[in-house]
């Protein structure tokens, strides 16, 4: 039976992602198959759990995919691990409004997971018990299961929070101010596993000194999982070229898989390399094309889009894919002409001009006939030519403008909105790329 933990925080930068990394680590460096998941719509966190542990690292996200969706992946992923470690996000009750939704305790609920709660100590020592008190009565269903004190200061310092913390949830961890041990963050959060060189052995080294390993191991306990639905998978019909590489890193591993499910083989491609594939359909996902728009500019790939979309050629983009499909994109006072496919011009602006969960209503049933749930999350701002044309009103988020997202050129889709196969039609998208290719 599939055992697991969930590490929370009390809130946003306590080290909650530190700490799940470097307990993933301890737990690889014992010889354990360690499953990891990230709860909310991240792209970021996973790619490190994934080269810590060596396995693909899934989100749990109960807005995006409902809680039954949750539990099929745990249930299909984890059959043959030795342990499931999920890191929690934003503070353990933080969910989507004011409810619990989208929370790191609502992912812990539908799994019946027991929680590690982090807690960043600094500048605290009795105050740290009137804190836990609150936050292990807040919901009985929650169970708090352990705790890891995070930053302290001295000596004295943890002799402070110990005797503060006497016959109450165990201190199963605590872990001392140690700066080279957190992961650098940029505007759109922490920098991608692939630019960060990882020594899994130093963390897990330290948390091995820090945590008591045993005592979390004693904590885990089995996940409460759904029968796995039979998914059937169809022999493989056409090809779905999915644009990866340091500019375009931002995906789902579900999106591959239900691409797969759908009849469509996979085939990774780089347009900062300028490869052009031969391919039934594209998609292009979010990540940091302003960080490679000179190569972008100057891209094979740039220059052969737009006969490809003009000729049909089915495309799908989200966020980082829709700025470089665009005709221009204004980086830093330079610029760049790119795939010119949509009719809008882009640039990069210094603040955040959208951040969180979307809902959009497709205005053309014969894309979607149901609202797709996602999120977006982005710096930029999107100008359309008069004639743009929308597939989707919001009725959650901004989208691109005034409240219509989703641009439409030919067969090409693209817009801010980041979608999971949850909801988004997959499954409509793979069937555009049969009929592109029967022509």
Known sequence: ??????????????????????????????????????????????????????????????????????????????ADADIVVVEGAMGLFDGIDSTEIASSSHVAKTLNLPVILVINVHGMSRSVAALLKGYSEFDPEVRIVGIILNQFGSLRHAKLLKNSLINNIPIVGMIPRKKDIEVPSRHLGLYMAHEKDYNTKEM????????????????????????IANLHRPETEVKVGIARDPAFCFY??????????????????????????DVDGIYFGGGYPELYAEML??????????????????????????????????????TYKLADVVPANTRM??????????????????????NIRGHEFHYSLTECDRDARFAYKMLRGKGINNGFDGLIEHNTLAGYMHTHPASF??????????????R
Request: proline share 5%; hydrophobic share 35%; glycine share 8%.
């Open 1 to 78: 039976m599939t055992k697991g933990i969930l590490i929370a925080g009390t809130h946003s930068g306590v080290g909650k992602t530190t700490v799940s990394m470097g307990i993933m680590a301890a737990l690889k460096h014992r010889g354990l198959k360690v499953q990891p998941y990230k709860v909310g719509p991240d792209y970021i966190d996973p790619s490190h759990h994934t080269v810590i542990c060596g396995r693909l690292s899934r989100n749990l996200d109960t807005y995006m995919m409902g809680t039954d969706g949750v539990g099929q992946i745990v249930a299909r992923t984890a």
């Open 204 to 227: 897990a080294i330290f948390i091995e000194n820090n945590v008591d390993l045993d005592a979390v191991l004693e904590l885990v306990e089995p996940c409460s999982l759904p029968e």
């Open 252 to 277: 789902y591993q579900d999106m591959f898989d239900a691409f797969r499910y759908c009849g469509a083989e996979v085939v990774f491609f780089s347009p900062m390399a300028g490869e052009v594939p």
């Open 297 to 334: 500019e100057s891209s094979e790939t740039t220059r052969k889009l737009k006969s490809l979309a003009s000729d049909g050629l089915p495309i799908y983009a989200e966020c980082g894919g829709l700025l470089y499909l665009c005709k221009t994109y204004d980086v830093d006072n330079r």
């Open 349 to 370: 602006t210094n603040r955040l001009r959208a951040l969180g969960y979307t809902e959009a209503h497709p205005i053309n049933k014969n894309f979607c006939s149901h």
């Open 425 to 438: 039609p997959v499954e409509k998208f793979v069937q555009k790329c049969r009929e592109f290719k029967r």
